[in-house]
């Protein structure tokens, strides 16, 4: 005998297969929510910070060198006790950042463009507000052990794996000559340990870059899946954006249902009906003081133009047979509004007989 399958459609529609919606990237957004890899913001700042150190290593050893140079002159003039070794320590600590001000000040500007180019422009007030589940003990072991922190461990790893391995294949061929810097001049030993710092600096700045692209590819799949959405919250959202399909259809009807009733109460305003002759029926209302032409009081075809004639001859409104002139009435005119221009003189033809028979029956 062959087992009974059974499928738990519950189970399948509970699945997040579906792409998040804007309205809940949106949310995820105010929630702290955004795509971003600080591995990548970290090669990209290191690798400046070597550049930029490189390419104004001269111009900086120069003025750490003058510095250094007049500091050492100025400690045999001195007497060195507590209050002068601390204000020289100032001033080499002024010196020093005054130096090292430019390169600082681009790196946070590269930090802050690498950061805007990821999130865009956003500061959630609401992320460093203090809150008591953030020093949980309980959520800080969940934190610990999930996957997130172990893909972090992963990378931490990674990344001092790739800094002592660069750094060692870098120096491993500069050893013989490293050891004999004491016999070479001070300059060119120091030309040569910067460049030599410089050689390994972006070398590991590129390894991290790398590693960084693939952090950031990483954290663009992971944020993609965690928002994804079931279909029954898709559903759901929609209804909340758009409204219930059946409500809506409802609220359509009963929106239709108002309007002809309005419309069925105005008939007995009319002057007169034209039909077509059962299909189509149009009940104009004409008064020469308050209108400028004849207007649309009703219209319809089928039912509701049976309904219209029905009321018509309730309230012994003329009802004329001219099927061109319902015709036109009813593809080119609108209820609430005035006859098309095209059409006075067949509707004015009308309301003169209209008129001649009323007269006729006062006179009786």
Not at 65 to 73: I, V
Not at 159 to 167: C, P
Not at 187 to 212: H, K, Q
Not at 338 to 360: C, H
């Amino acid at each position: 005998m062959v087992p009974e399958i059974r499928w738990d459609l519950q189970f399948f529609a509970g699945e997040k297969t579906e792409q998040a919606t804007p309205k809940k990237r949106r949310e995820a957004r105010k929630k702290g929510q955004v795509l971003k890899s600080q591995e990548l913001t970290t090669a990209i700042l290191l690798l400046t910070v070597f550049i930029l150190i490189h390419s104004f290593s001269l111009t900086l050893g120069r003025q750490l060198t003058g510095f250094a140079t007049d500091w050492l002159s100025s400690i045999a003039g001195r007497d060195l006790n507590i209050a002068s070794v601390s204000a020289l320590a100032f001033e080499l600590v002024l010196v020093f950042g005054q130096v090292m001000a430019p390169i600082f000040l681009a790196a946070i500007l590269i930090g802050v463009l690498v950061n805007f180019l990821q999130v865009g422009a956003y500061f959630q007030f609401d992320l460093i507000q203090p809150k008591l589940e953030r020093i949980n003990p309980l959520n800080g072991l969940r934190r610990m052990f999930s996957t997130r922190a172990v893909v972090e461990m992963f990378k931490s790893l990674a990344k001092l794996a790739i800094i002592f391995g660069v750094a060692f294949l870098t120096i491993r061929p500069l050893l013989d000559k490293i050891l004999v810097l004491w016999a070479m001049p001070i300059s060119a030993a120091v030309a040569y340990v910067e460049n030599a710092i410089f050689t390994i600096g972006w070398r590991v700045g590129l390894a991290l870059l790398g590693l960084g692209i693939f952090d950031y590819a990483y954290q663009r799949w992971e944020y993609e899946r965690n928002l994804r959405m079931t279909k029954q919250e898709v559903k759901d959202e929609y209804k909340e954006t758009e409204g219930d399909p059946l409500i809506k259809s409802r609220m359509r009807q009963r929106a239709r249902q108002m309007a002809m009733s309005r419309m069925m109460q105005a008939v007995p305003e009319a002057d007169v009906v034209i039909t077509n002759p059962t299909h189509i029926a149009v009940a104009l209302q004409y008064d020469a003081k308050t209108m400028t032409a004849p207007t649309v009081v009703a219209m319809g075809q089928g039912y509701i133009a049976q309904k219209i004639r029905e009321i018509a001859q309730e309230h012994d409104i003329v009802i004329v047979e001219n099927k061109p002139l319902a015709r036109a009435l009813f593809e080119t005119a609108e209820i609430g509004e005035v006859i098309p221009a095209d059409l006075y003189q067949a509707v004015a033809e009308v309301l003169a007989f209209v008129y001649r028979l009323r007269k006729k029956r006062f006179n009786l």
